[in-house]
Structure formats: C-alpha cells, structure tokens
C-alpha cells in the first residue's frame, strides 16, 4: 500500500489472523517497491518454496508525479504474477485485493486476477478473522493450522496498544488534512480529486472501525464522498463538486475531531 495508514492497519490484519510479525513482508514506501510490485510478490513465493504467501495489495498504488506513470494498479500486477509463476507455485499463492473503490462493478473486475477482495476499512479484533479466516480456507481447504483458531486471532488482534492507536490516528489526520489542502475545485484535475476522495473514504473508514469513535459521523460523510467519486467530471459535476465541497470540507474535519 502507499499509505502509511494503511500499511498499519494491514500490519494489524495480519496479527489478527495469527501471522508473526517476523514473516510479515511490507512494501509501498516508495516509487520503485510499487512499480516493481509484480516481481516482488513472485521473488517472495520463490523465495519461501514451503509456505503459502497470503498477498494484500492496494489497488491503486499512486507513483511521484514525475513518473511516466501515474498509478500502479495491483488487479493489473497479479495478472502479471499469474503469468510468471508455475502451476504449483500459485496454488500456494493467496492474492487478496484491498480497495476504498469496492462497488460490486469494481470487486468483479478486482476478480479477475484476484482470489478475493477486501474493503479498505479497519476490523476489530474477532471480526478481522471472520472475515479473512473463509478467503483463506476457500483458497487452502486442506491447510489446518493453529492460526485458523479464533482464539489466536482474538490475542494477536488484542496486542496492539494504545500507543498504536495514537500513531495511526495522528497518521489518518495528516494524510486527510493534506489531501483535503491540495484540493481546489476549480483547478485541481477531476480524475485527481476523485483519487483523493477514495484515500479520504479509506482512511477515515479505517480508523472509525479500528478505534469505534464517530462511525455514524464517518458513515454520514463516506456516503457523501461516494455521491461525488461517482461523476464523470463533466462540467456539471464539477459545479456540483464546488457547490458541496465547503460543506464537506467542514464535515471531514469534524469527524477527524471525533476519531
């Protein structure tokens, strides 16, 4: 994931699920680890010839502006890694993709190159497991292992402190305040308020679910985010964007009060 925030939270999503820190890969920090996505993931199934490789991706890993290209899209990586690896190393793959953008039009098309898709938004404790613990026994039905125990979830999800917390929601407000700051109506392209918009919905979702503060708030101002990444950017749905931004400008740092 490029996000900060999200590298995290996916960090806590493995621990909920019973994968030791020490066997936790993590990539995004940089421009080259997501243009290179694809033939890390494979180096990483190579690498380990005895162990399944359970993948999260982001769908949309956003490169520096001085990149020939500008997004990296992960659907479009493990295609490129279903094409690179053997018959017998995929069947111990797990590809996962975990996107804001998770409209059933969107899951469907992430589904073609990936086993399963994730929302991007936190899970609490048991429910992370409940909800991962049926991709992966979809994926591995003959696997058995003292991870796939609720109880193991529920301790690893419960390690993470309150300091933990702290960090990633002093994250969530830096990462929202500036992308809220680089958003002018008027001149800032479509396609790139609408990418803005998505990481906003992630991250906020993300720390309501993970913290239990502001849900309803979050859940009221997320709706209102998803009206507007809908648009096609014609005139008219900038118009509408101008007339709703400073309202929903206000509603966004309220609720970073409230998380």
Known sequence: DDSLVQRTIIKKIFAAVGVDPSNVLMYGENDDQMIHVAALIVDAVRAHPRKRIFVIGDENLDLCSGCAATTVH????????????????????????????????????????????????GFAKQATFDTVAPIWQARFPSITTSATSPRVAHRSAAAGSAGALHEIRIQVSSTVSKLCQEICPRSTPWDTIRQALITIKGDLYSISSISGCGEEQVAEVVSRVEALVQGDGSESQRDAFRDAWPDLLRAIHEVLTMV
Do not use: W
């Open 74 to 121: 992960c659907s479009a990586a493990f295609g490129e890694v279903r094409s690179l690896l053997t018959e017998d190393e995929l069947a111990r793959t797990l590809l996962v993709i975990r996107s804001a953008n998770d409209s059933r039009a969107d899951a469907q098309r992430y589904m073609r190159t990936a086993h399963a898709v994730l929302p991007k938004r």
